[in-house]
């Protein structure tokens, strides 16, 4: 195949996968299907007793499906949910340690729905073994967990992996992984498959060596790199060591520091379930009981695919309109936080968030900066000792950079603290952009009214309520 023609296609098979491109996760859903319960190797923040942590929230557990189940699953939800595009399989184990659910369960879906992208979520250690599996069945999008490309940071993170009935530790089973991991991306990455590559940024193991990590998997042809802050699931051995997170803006730096690098960063992952379905950030697994799905209509391909040429117009109407309006260079810009379910709005209370969305504005383009975690923070102090009053603190410490919060309630208390950290917040609903660019300008209003008159800021903010 022509580069041109495999760069079109690469383009095209990107606008619609709602990890690999931060407009699509508006509109397209994906579908998780548990079908893997083995792992081959062990990750220091890992607990088996959980969903594989590399691609999944920590502390979860989802039921195994066998692949005739996630056939029955997935034709019943894509019957029902026209947007999803993409069907992944990353966990609760490693893919790649059942092979033989993981294909069959792929080759199933291929069949029965055949317009969805298939989607794999690996450690990366038996990949290179799988390279012709991989392009027959036309999984065009791989994604690799990798922390480290040094053995000595490496060895700090995996204890242990095992191989054809051999396990290797320390040094060597970190060399061994790290071998494979490169070998497999190099591989896939040649033969044009879209390779992104998950790190878990680990404070005080990794976080220095990440810029590493990103230019050499650049090197090696991944198309993405997707870190994440580093989540320890309970029981872990990070737990037990009292390893913690990195700060929300630790994360950021790091982020544009390998943007920097000329590598495309994903900022909008939401750390999935191993059973997670619909839009980023949404998750409606249980709209969709295994039980139900025989009742429902046949996929009907044609009305899949009239919707999704829908969808994809009005992704290319934002797009064109993005950049049309392209970020000023060097203008003032704001950095707002927003609580939302997902759908592309301001639709949760404050006390219900367990994340926000950060973006950075001019007041003309609005810029998605990355997703902050607050139930990450609640593995922490402030959740343990059960106080309200340091939770409120962790979250306001996580947003401290920012200038306003956008949510579609929120109490008088954590109204007040927040105003006195100098974050406003501000009770809006609709669409996200929009709702920026109109506080944007509330919040310049209002900072003028307190130069004048000499207001406290939370004062504003009661009047602007
Ligand atoms: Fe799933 Fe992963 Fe495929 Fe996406 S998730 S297997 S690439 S379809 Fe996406 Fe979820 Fe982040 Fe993963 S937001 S955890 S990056
Ligand atoms: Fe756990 Fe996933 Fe690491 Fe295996 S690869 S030990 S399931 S985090």
Known sequence: ??????????????????????????????????????????????NRKFDCVNESRPGVVSEVLTPEQAERKVRGVAAQLMQLSVVGIAGPGDPLANPEQTFETFARVRKQVPDVSLCLSTNGLTLYR????????????????????????????????????????????????ISRQLLGLERLAALGVLVKVNSIMIPGVNDHHLPEVSRRVKELG???????????????RYETDGRKAPRPRELLNLQEQLGRGGMKVMRHCRQCRADAIGLLGQDRSRDFPLEAMEALPAVDQEARAMFQRELDDTIRERVRARKARALREGGPRTRVAVATRGGDKVNQHFGHATEF???????????????????AYCHGKADCNGDKADTLQEIISILSDCRILLCSGIGDAPKTSLNQAGVLPLVRKGGIREAILESVKYSSYFENINQSEGMMNHETNRVLR
């Open 1 to 46: 195949m022509q580069p041109s023609c495999r760069s079109s296609e690469a383009e095209e098979e990107i606008s619609r996968h709602p990890c690999y491109s931060e407009e699509a996760h508006r509109f397209y859903a994906r579908m998780h299907i548990p079908v893997a319960p083995a792992c081959n190797i062990q990750c220091n923040y890992c």
């Open 357 to 375: 969305l950060v973006y950075d504005t001019d007041g003309t383009e609005v810029k998605l900066l990355g997703v902050r975690k607050i139930q």
């Open 222 to 236: 991944a198309t993405l790199h997707n870190v994440t802050p580093l989540i320890i699931a309970p029981g872990s």
């Open 130 to 177: 799988h390279v012709e599996e991989i392009m027959e069945l036309g999984i065009r999008h791989v994604t690799i967990t990798i922390n480290a490309t040094d053995p000595e940071v490496a060895q700090a993170i995996y204890p242990w992996v095992v191989d054809e009935g051999i396990r290797y530790e320390g040094r060597e089973a970190a060399e061994l992984l």
